[in-house]
């Protein structure tokens, strides 16, 4: 439907944004494997100040 829509108004149906220069050196250095790296998204929320990372999942309970 948003083809068909995009396609009878010759126009997209969001406004396409142009990145800004902050963005556009990050993604670039991203491109190039620069920056941090995490081993986990535990240590990444770690990093970031968020919560205490992830939960521990429990063991699933062995069958009889």
Not at 1 to 30: F, G, H, Q, W, Y
Not at 33 to 62: F, N, V
Request: hydrophobic share 40%.
């Amino acid at each position: 439907m948003r083809i068909s829509t995009a396609a009878n108004s010759k126009a997209l149906p969001s406004d396409v944004k142009v990145p800004n220069e902050t963005t556009v050196k990050a993604m670039a250095a991203a491109d190039r494997r620069e920056g941090k790296r995490y081993r986990s998204a535990a240590a990444l929320l770690k990093d970031l100040g968020i919560g205490r990372g992830l939960p521990k999942l429990a063991a699933p309970a062995p069958r009889r």
